[in-house]
């Protein structure tokens, strides 16, 4: 199942995608409305949707990130692939290199994420350093707390793409990320969220990145050095992790930082963020 937010006629729909390839209005104001619904109640709602025929096209339609507005900051993880873990030491050694044994984690800033097609923008009068980082993110469709490892797939909602951009230069600069990766318009996100009973669990899906048409990221989405189930099991011990909430899983090697010289990003480039099963997200930097 494939759900979409869009703009049509001026306003912003939830909708889910038919067997045809049109798109079925729901009921919901915004995807943090279904995502925080009960449960039940949401599938009883989508399985309804499904039977039915959407009645707008996709040529009529703007898509948006599926989540414009998270209601809180995204939950990222830091050098979750092992070798995108080596290039970010070797890149700054004092800045990256953490304890092997734990998970790295951090909160991104997004409060308003753009979606496909929209632009990415560089804020180079701070910003130098420019870098793009395509992630696999989870959506929580109900709230996590104390949860076991065995049951971490009970509180998955689906998936979505995240491009966790980033200004390396504040992220090292000041010895912590969240300055440097949560400027307005560092969480693009989309094209959808797929629910999970598409995939198998955890997912193994390529994962792309393309900056003008030059591959730079290529790996497969099970390649992650603390899988879904530790993440969710860890997080949720003493902390609730609400429905709706945003987590997004780390980068694969082949970010900017990670060349010699690094290619950051600069006014104008394209980045393409792809996971099969997924779809793409394509955003210029201005």
């Known amino acids: 199942m494939r759900l979409y937010t869009v703009e049509h006629q001026g306003r912003a729909l939830v909708c889910l995608e038919d067997a045809d390839g049109r798109l079925a209005v729901l009921p919901y104001e915004t995807m943090n409305d279904l995502l925080t619904d009960d449960p039940e109640n949401r599938d009883r709602i989508l399985a309804q949707a499904q039977r039915e025929m959407g009645e707008i096209f996709f040529e009529e339609v703007t898509l948006l990130a599926p989540i414009p507005n998270p209601m809180q900051d995204v939950i990222c993880l830091g050098m ?27 909160s991104k800033r997004a409060t308003h994420c753009p979606g496909p097609d929209a632009p990415i923008p560089g804020h180079f009068d701070i910003v130098d350093s ?6 696999l993110a989870v959506i929580l469709g109900k709230d996590a707390v104390n949860v076991s490892e065995e049951d971490a797939f009970d509180y998955v909602f689906g998936y979505t793409i995240v491009n966790d951009v980033s200004a390396r230069n504040l992220q090292t600069g000041h010895k912590q990320w969240y300055f440097g990766k949560g400027l307005d318009g560092f969480t693009p996100m989309g094209p959808c969220i797929v629910t999970k009973d598409e995939f198998a669990q955890p997912p193994a899906q390529a994962i792309r990145t393309w900056v003008n048409g030059e591959l730079r990221q290529d790996a497969v989405t099970d390649e992650l050095i603390f899988g ?8 949720s011990q003493g902390m609730t992790l609400r429905a709706g909430t945003v987590i997004a899983t780390g980068t694969p090697a082949g970010v900017g930082m990670g060349f010699d010289p690094p290619k950051f990003l600069k006014k104008g480039d394209v980045v393409t963020c792809q996971i099969v099963g997924i779809g793409t997200l394509e955003n210029t930097v201005e």
């Open 228 to 235: 879904i189930r530790h993440i969710i099991h860890e997080l």
């Open 130 to 135: 420019l870098d793009y980082e395509t992630e």
């Open 80 to 106: 979750n692939y092992q070798k995108h873990k080596a290039e970010a030491e070797q890149f700054d050694a004092q800045a990256f290199t953490r304890e092997k044994a734990r998970a790295v984690y951090f």
